[in-house]
């Protein structure tokens, strides 16, 4: 089963510029509807993450990718291989980026942040399909190439349930992150704050000892010897 639909929008307000669905006979307007939350929600964050995958109860997932002001979003079979799904949106951001500069040159940057119309670049469309139809089988002989010559780490990329994504939740496993890192740092903190404390005490009380240890020596000198 290839990649269901495929999404470019503009990161900042999440307005579609071009759309693109694969030829099947499952219904997808669910997608449809969850990928257009999807897309606004990223606004919501000051800085989204760069590549997430977004579960569904329905068996789908979602994966996106973000370069500059522009995200990348399709939606799979779970089973399909998250990797290749993003194998996948790296090749869409390439072939986007070569239709940007093709039709206007290096202002295409200034195009997408003034577009005003939702499917502003459906002309991309067709090209959008054609690699599509490349990731179809997961298992074909061009897509295992792929997988074997990409070294990047799977587990990089954050995964969240689609509910979560929606309703702008954490989950509990990001909190428990939350509270490591907090306890870390506090560690962190403690420690330095003794060893500020040990070096205060030093720089207090050293000079006060090499003055009594120089009037003994010098009493010793005097005195006693």
Known sequence: MPPLLTYVARVSDGLPLV????????????QKRQSKDILRGLNSNNRPVAKMS?????????????????????????SYPKRLAFLYLEEVADIFLEFLTHNHGANYRSVIETAARPYAFIQA????????????????????????????????????????????????????????NLMSE???FKWGAKKLNWWAKINTYAPVAALTLLALVAFYLKFLH
């Open 19 to 30: 759309a693109s669905f694969a030829p099947t006979q499952d219904n997808v307007e669910e």
């Open 186 to 188: 506090s560690k962190k």
């Open 125 to 180: 469309d067709p090209i959008i399909q054609r690699k599509q139809r490349e990731f179809v089988d997961p298992k074909s002989s061009m897509n295992t190439n792929k997988l074997n010559q990409d070294l990047s780490d799977i587990h990089s990329i954050m995964r969240q349930n689609i509910n979560q994504v929606l309703d702008r939740g954490e989950k509990i496993e990001a909190v428990g992150q939350i509270s490591s």
């Open 54 to 78: 977004i579960e569904t109860t329905q068996g789908r997932i979602f994966h996106y990718l973000i370069q500059e002001n522009t995200v990348y979003l399709t939606c799979t079979e779970q």
